[in-house]
């Protein structure tokens, strides 16, 4: 838990001079570096005070819409180009470039991936570099540069949702669909969970640390794409208009 984490008693919405306000507790709820919580988007502030009043804590180490919107504002939207650098850089750990050297996993991992694969060849326009056992892919300088003009397009709600499943379900190319709303919760869980599922143990205590870890990786595939939702297209609506 974060040291400066809140914990939440109750929240709710208050609208002042064209913004809505999130309160927690009775007071105007900032991120750790002090932005207010605010957001012209009505849909969003009461999404964020309902998961903080279920939640009951406001902690930016654990996946929510509170730890989310203090990424943005915190640290995507004063250096935006500096989240797109770090997302291509991990392009490289990409899961999706990492598929097990077994035939028969393999296969199944490749399915399971398929939205992201074809993702890579739209953007790229070729196959992912596929990493060989025990080695680095090797991604030619035209994919790195397709994958960062793209990400330079992103507004900052949706650079905080690639950000997030990158470091979170360890996937770049995951994590640009579902800031696009282009893949849904199902579709997201069977990939992030594929390798899992096919390495996993037959014990009972390893199915339940899988289980566990599903259960984990679907609430947070629900989050991002919860904030990729309001957040993402209050921010995309603002910018077209």
């Not at 913004?19 to 502030?45: D, H, K, M, Q, Y």
């Not at 999404?47 to 180490?61: F, K, R, S, W």
């Not at 943005?72 to 935006?80: R, V």
């Not at 291509?88 to 470039?97: M, P």
């Amino acid at each position: 838990m974060d040291p400066r984490a809140l914990t939440v008693n109750s929240a709710g919405v208050e609208e002042r001079d064209g913004c809505c306000v999130v309160f927690a507790n009775g007071s105007p709820l900032t991120t750790p570096a002090g932005n207010p919580v605010e957001t012209t988007s009505r849909a969003l502030a009461e999404a964020l005070a309902d998961e903080l009043e279920a939640d009951g804590i406001a902690d930016v180490t654990v996946p929510s819409l509170y730890a989310f919107f203090s990424t943005q504002h915190d640290f995507i939207e004063p250096a935006p180009q500096q989240t797109v650098d770090a997302l291509v850089e991990l392009l490289a750990h990409d899961y999706l470039l990492h598929p097990d050297e077994r035939l028969d996993v393999n296969e199944a991992e490749i399915a399971a991936w398929r939205p992201q694969i074809e993702l890579w060849a739209l953007v790229a326009g070729q196959e992912p570099p596929y990493a060989p056992p025990d080695g680095e892919p090797e991604i030619s300088r035209t994919a790195y540069s397709a994958f960062r003009d793209m990400l330079a397009w992103f507004c900052p709600a949706q650079l905080t949702v690639v950000i997030h499943a990158a470091n979170l379900l360890k996937s770049v190319t995951l994590g640009i669909l579902l800031a696009r709303e282009e893949i849904d919760a199902g579709a997201a869980l069977n990939a992030a969970g594929a390798t899992l599922r096919l390495t996993a143990g037959e014990t009972q205590d390893e199915l339940d640390q899988q289980d566990e870890r599903e259960d984990a990786w679907r609430d947070v595939i629900a989050r991002l794409l919860g904030y990729a939702a309001v957040a993402g297209s209050e921010q995309r609506a603002a910018g077209s208009g």
